[in-house]
Nanobody, 125 residues
Framework: QVQLVESGGGSVQAGGSLNVSCAVSGPGVTSCRWDIWWYRQAPGKERESVSFISYDGGTSWYENGVKGRFTASPDNAAKTMYLQMNSLTPEDTAMYYC????????????????WGQGAQVTVAS
């Protein structure tokens, strides 16, 4: 069974940095590359998308509020996806989730999507 396990996050003072990573594992993942979305959900708010990067890195998108501060990057060889977050503010406090979609002509999982379990990021003022 394919799994997407998140790690990282934590607590930091405003202006600090944190990162979150997602590692995909399971049968069939070796032959796949991955489209990656990062979402976040603050208490009492709806889940919102903050970043997208395509499997080949050719397309990327960041929500205006994080542009220039957050960087998403895949390590296809390690089957791990990273979200580096700099210059954090209390408004960035949320549970952060990754979602991936399998891509590739030889990828038996092509089109399948998987969610991470979430990682808490807390920024103190």
């Amino acid at each position: 069974q394919v799994q997407l396990v998140e790690s990282g996050g934590g607590s930091v003072q405003a202006g600090g940095s944190l990162n979150v990573s997602c590692a995909v594992s399971g049968p069939g993942v070796t032959s796949c590359r991955w489209d990656i979305w990062w979402y976040r959900q603050a208490p009492g708010k709806e889940r919102e998308s903050v970043s997208f990067i395509s499997y080949d890195g050719g397309t990327s998108w960041y929500e205006n509020g994080v542009k220039g501060r957050f960087t998403a990057s895949p390590d296809n060889a390690a089957k791990t996806m990273y979200l580096q977050m700099n210059s954090l503010t209390p408004e960035d406090t949320a549970m952060y989730y990754c979602k991936v979609a399998a891509r590739g002509r030889t990828c038996s999982l092509h089109g399948s999507e998987y969610w991470g379990q979430g990682a808490q990021v807390t920024v103190a003022s």
